[in-house]
Each structure stands twice: as structure tokens, then as C-alpha cells.
């Protein structure tokens, strides 16, 4: 028997969510070619790819230069959905 705990609905990382959506972007825009109504979704699809990227960007940046302090409290804030530090 699978205990709740033990199911994950969608397990994605930012990276692989980036390559993925261009790829369907990409399809989404050929098939545009003969119903300009898959464009609409290729859109969709490129705008989920850019924001992924930022992620991977962010993931990427040196976080030791930013206060320690202030780090953990917008860690904090994050994951209590508030009150976040002042910049």
C-alpha cells in the first residue's frame, strides 16, 4: 500500500521545466503554422520557460554576498508567507 507521504503528484526542477518548455514551445509554435490557436499556448509555453530561467539564474548567483541575517529573514518571511525584511 503507498502511504500519502510517500506520492508526489509532480516532482520538476527549474532547469528541466525551462528545456521542456521551450521544446513545447517550439511544436506548439509548427503546429501554429496551420492553426494560429496553438499559438496562443506557445506563448503560454515560452513565457514558463523565461521564468524558469530567472529561477535557474537565481539558483546560480552567489548568494554569500548578500547579509546573512536578512537572508534567513526573507527565508523565513517565505516560508511563513510574511512579514518579509525590508530591502
Known amino acids: ?6 506520492t508526489h503528484w509532480l516532482r520538476t526542477d527549474a532547469l528541466t521545466e525551462a528545456v521542456k518548455s521551450l ?3 517550439a511544436d506548439l509554435a509548427e503546429r501554429g503554422r496551420d492553426d494560429a490557436y496553438y499559438l496562443k499556448w506557445a506563448l503560454h509555453a515560452l513565457q514558463l520557460a ?5 529561477l535557474c539564474t537565481f539558483d546560480l548567483t552567489d548568494r554569500q554576498t548578500l547579509d546573512t541575517k536578512w537572508w534567513k529573514q526573507w527565508e523565513t518571511g517565505f516560508e511563513k508567507r510574511g512579514p518579509y525584511p525590508d530591502d
Do not use: F, T
Open 1 to 6: 500500500m503507498v502511504q500519502e507521504s510517500d
Open 23 to 25: 521544446a513545447h514551445a
Open 50 to 54: 523565461v521564468q524558469n530561467l530567472m
